[in-house]
């Protein structure tokens, strides 16, 4: 032991908090960006195509099958400006990962081309099912 009393411990120590603080630097005001052209009907269907192609990459932490094809996914807008909006479910309420897991689908989302930003809702109307599941989960899950 040091020698030092309590009250001597909890004290910082000598020079401790001394050197100076940085001063804050706003950050430069930037414009916002001009509206991009509207997407046509043609690059809205390819967006959704590979959002639907990114959906199938991400898999349920608890079954090994991917969300789309596990019926997770009920409802997928790909809007004019390149925003999309995703409608999904869980397998249950009280999902272990229902707090972190639309970001993760998010993430993946934004990596697609043409997706501008995106959006997931966890949505519980209707209640997930196994009537949901594509038949290629079901075989993959030995369902049928």
């Known amino acids: 032991m040091t020698g030092k009393t309590f009250e001597e411990?909890?004290?910082?120590?000598?020079?401790?908090?001394?050197?100076?603080?940085?001063?804050?630097v706003d950050s430069p005001k930037t414009e916002p960006?001009?509206?991009?052209?509207?997407?046509?009907?043609?690059?809205k269907k390819l967006v959704e195509e590979g959002v639907i192609e990114a959906l199938k990459t991400v898999y349920d932490p608890e079954?090994?099958?991917?969300?789309?094809?596990?019926?997770?996914?009920?409802?997928?807008?790909?809007?004019d400006n390149g925003d999309v909006h995703v409608d999904m479910t869980l397998?249950?309420?009280g999902?272990?990962?229902?707090?972190?897991?639309p970001a993760m689908v998010e993430n993946e989302l934004a990596?697609?081309?043409?997706?501008?930003?995106?959006?997931?809702?966890?949505?519980?109307?209707?209640p997930w099912?196994?009537?949901?599941?594509?038949?290629a989960a079901r075989l993959q899950l030995?369902?049928?």
């Not at 099912?129 to 038949?135: L, V, Y």
């Open 129 to 135: 099912s196994q009537d949901m599941m594509s038949e």
């Open 91 to 93: 397998t249950a309420p």
């Open 9 to 24: 411990l909890k004290q910082p120590p000598e020079g401790f908090g001394d050197e100076p603080v940085p001063e804050q």
């Open 63 to 79: 079954i090994p099958v991917n969300i789309y094809d596990l019926g997770l996914i009920y409802r997928v807008v790909v809007r």
């Open 95 to 101: 999902c272990p990962v229902a707090q972190t897991f």
């Open 33 to 43: 960006a001009e509206a991009a052209e509207p997407l046509t009907d043609e690059q």
């Open 142 to 144: 030995n369902l049928i």
């Open 111 to 126: 990596r697609v081309d043409g997706v501008r930003s995106a959006h997931v809702e966890v949505v519980w109307d209707p």
